[in-house]
Each structure stands twice: as structure tokens, then as C-alpha cells.
T-cell receptor, first 115, second 116 residues
């Protein structure tokens, strides 16, 4: 089982639609969580951190369910410019080091917003 | 402007050659990382360094080597021992070894390596 699992998509949605991405993680000791956005052939860029109480940034809402080890990202009123791959990222204690933590990346969910 | 730079953007290598990918940051970050990304896959950690003159193997270190002689620089050498080196290579940095819960990593623009 992968440490971080995402539905690969692709999700093709019309402009203005609401779309939700889900992610599950296997390491119950995971400490913090992020959503990154990656445009085609570019580097990943931090979209938002995910806090236990849930958090919102404009049209984007992230939620965390520690009991179910589940993270979600909701995009409302989607724009053409939202087309990208969305990576679910988990910050866990490293397997090879006693103190350092590492980021573990999901494979990403591809979103295409259609005009 | 603060940031992470990687060079070159595209690199072509013949089989059997070693190549070195550059990564420089002026963010004053202590920790630096190298990842590899293959099409349709997530990022996989090659090596990371938490402090100057120290580095640790990640999940897929075989066939790669690194050095960390300066805080700003973390070059990656892809050796001829790497069986399938064609990939997109990403360098990242972070403030420290994720001591804070919200610490995360920031990425350079990447180097796309193709073995001919």
C-alpha cells in the first residue's frame, strides 16, 4: 500500500464547477499535511497547508480527518487557470533518521477545467 | 529576489557518463533535498542534507551522489551506475529539518535529464 494515495483522475470539469479531491495516508504518526499544485513540466508549488480544524483560502478549502487518515481539497467556482495536477503531501517522521521528518508525495490528481 | 535555482533546465547525457546537476538557494535554508519525478508518478527522495557537510540517503539513492560543502549549494551527480536516469530532477529547501509542524519545502524549477 502506498503511503499517500490519491485518485489520479483526470478530472475534467466545466468552468464554475465545484470539484473535490481526496487523499488517504497510511502513517498514523504523520504530523502535518499540505496540498501542492504542479503545472505541466513545472515544479510543485505550495497551495496550502492543511490544519486540523480545516482551513479556507479564497475558493480553496482543505480538511483533515485524523481518525480516518484522510485529507481533502475542495475548489469552488473553478477557473481555467486551476487546471493542473494537485499533489497531496504528508510530513512524517523519517524512516532513516531519529529526528528529521520527510515529505511524502502522492502521485497527484490531474484537473482540467474546460471553457 | 530569494529563491532556488537549478541548472541546466535541460540536460542530455550519453550512456556511461556522469553528470552533475546544480542547485543553489539564497533563502538561508539549512535543509536541502533532491527528488526525482517520473511521468505520472509522485516525487521520490534521492538524498537530503540537514546541515553543511552532512547528508543522508533517501529512498532511491543508488547511482547518485551529493555533496554539501556550502549552505547555499547542494549539487547532485548522476553516475553511470544509475540504471534509468532519464527523469525530471527537483531540488528543494526548507528552513530546518521540519522542526515546526508547518514547515514545508520550496522547489527549484527542475532539471529535465535525458539519457541518449
Amino acid at each position: 500500500r502506498k503511503e499517500v494515495e490519491q485518485d489520479p483522475g483526470p478530472f475534467n470539469v466545466p468552468e464554475g464547477a465545484t470539484v473535490a479531491f481526496n487523499c488517504t495516508y497510511s502513517n498514523s504518526a504523520s504530523q502535518s499535511f499540505f496540498w501542492y499544485r504542479q503545472d505541466c513540466r513545472k515544479e510543485p508549488k505550495l497551495l496550502m497547508s492543511v490544519y486540523s480544524s480545516g482551513n479556507e483560502d479564497g475558493r480553496f478549502t482543505a480538511q483533515l480527518n485524523r481518525a480516518s487518515q484522510y485529507i481533502s481539497l475542495l475548489i469552488r467556482d473553478s477557473k481555467l487557470s486551476d487546471s493542473a495536477t494537485y499533489l497531496c503531501v504528508v510530513n512524517s517522521r523519517a524512516r532513516t533518521s531519529g529526528s528529521a521528518r520527510q515529505l511524502t508525495f502522492g502521485s497527484g490528481t490531474q484537473l482540467t477545467v474546460l471553457p | 529576489d530569494g529563491g532556488i535555482t537549478q541548472s541546466p533546465k535541460y540536460l542530455f547525457r550519453k550512456e556511461g557518463q556522469n553528470v552533475t546537476l546544480s542547485c543553489e538557494q539564497n533563502l538561508n535554508h539549512d535543509a536541502m533535498y533532491w527528488y526525482r519525478q517520473d511521468p505520472g508518478q509522485g516525487l521520490r527522495l534521492i538524498y537530503y542534507s540537514q546541515i553543511v557537510n552532512d547528508f543522508q540517503k533517501g529512498d532511491i539513492a543508488e547511482g547518485y551522489s551529493v555533496s554539501r560543502e556550502k549552505k547555499e549549494s547542494f549539487p547532485l551527480t548522476v553516475t553511470s551506475a544509475q540504471k534509468n536516469p532519464t527523469a525530471f530532477y527537483l531540488c528543494a529547501s526548507s528552513i530546518a529539518e521540519h522542526i515546526s509542524e508547518s514547515d514545508t519545502q520550496y522547489f527549484g524549477p527542475g532539471t529535465r535529464l535525458t539519457v541518449l
